[in-house]
């Protein structure tokens, strides 16, 4: 049997790159059995996780910091430090960008400019720490952008549904591409009053991998019924690939100065927010 690293790589460099309706991979059993197991049978009760305001959600983040990562059991913060440094770190963003080398510059360039998207790439890229989301029935995502910042959003999942309606992950095409006026979690139907179109249901599977690109038309949604008696809370690890070099720290330097209207009014609109954030916090309002 192959160890857990050669396994996957394996498993990520011969899967098929799925392009509609953006550029996607889907992975049954990335993980070898036993190992899934060990990192199933070690999830901390829901009741650990952090709560949501709504209670529909909670989130368990996998980082070293976080005070509920920290009050977990130590076998589970074990194996999933495993999960996160020697899968995700050392494997998956390695095969991952090499894969989709030209469509992260693309993308990049896109986001900001051509020139930009370079530097982004010499300088490399990053997993985040990513997180374990629980989600209860009734949940339903709207067709949303993640946050520009990622370059591919990763997803595997630790429960099962007995169809799509039960628990699925939904891709659609937009209309036409998002201009994405804000560059945090963005929903073009709401801001922009785009159309989207379901294309493809991916029904969740425990040991299921989905990987895809995170571009202006990534959109994407999860739906998980309400009135299944029998749904139970889904359980998803989502982490991202994402620049070392944070370019929105620098976002203020280069705003003016990029050559495409909409990704200029974009990073002006992000250094406006921030300022008026930043004003905010030094003048807080009375209570």
């Not at 989130?59 to 976080?66: A, M, S």
């Not at 530097?119 to 949940?139: C, F, H, N, T, V």
Request: negative net charge.
């Amino acid at each position: 049997m192959l160890p857990v690293d050669a396994s996957v790589r394996q498993k990520v460099e011969s899967a098929e790159i799925r392009s509609e309706p953006f550029p996607h991979l889907v992975i049954p059993d990335l993980l070898p059995e036993p190992f899934f197991r060990e990192l199933a049978s070690s999830i901390p009760p829901v009741e650990l996780f952090e709560p949501s305001k709504g209670g529909i959600k909670s989130d368990l983040r996998v980082r070293e910091r976080n005070a509920y990562f920290q009050a977990a059991p130590e076998e589970f913060k074990a194996t999933w430090r495993r999960l996160r440094d020697e899968v995700y770190r050392a494997v998956l963003v390695p095969t991952l960008t090499s894969r989709f080398e030209r469509e992260l510059r693309e993308k990049y360039a896109d986001l900001f400019s051509p020139e930009l998207a370079d530097e982004i790439m010499a300088a490399g890229l990053e997993s985040s720490d990513g997180q374990i989301l629980a989600r209860r029935p009734g949940y339903h995502l709207k067709p949303h952008l993640d946050s520009a910042h990622f370059g591919i959003t990763m997803l595997l999942y630790f429960t099962a549904a007995d169809n799509e309606s039960t628990g699925a992950l939904c891709l659609f095409r937009p209309e036409r591409t998002p201009e994405m006026w804000d560059v945090s979690t963005y929903y073009p139907e709401r801001i922009e009053g785009i159309n989207v179109e379901l294309v493809e249901e991916i029904p969740i599977r425990e040991n299921l991998f989905v990987a895809f690109l995170n571009r202006r038309d990534s959109l994407h949604g999860v739906r998980i019924a309400a009135t299944d008696p029998q749904a139970s809370i889904r359980m998803t690890y989502q982490s991202h690939i994402r620049p070392k070099r944070d370019l929105r720290l620098e976002a203020e330097d280069f705003a003016e100065g990029l050559a495409d209207p909409a990704a200029r009014r974009r990073w002006q609109r992000y250094v406006e927010a921030r300022h008026a954030r930043e004003a905010e916090q030094a003048n807080p309002s009375p209570p």
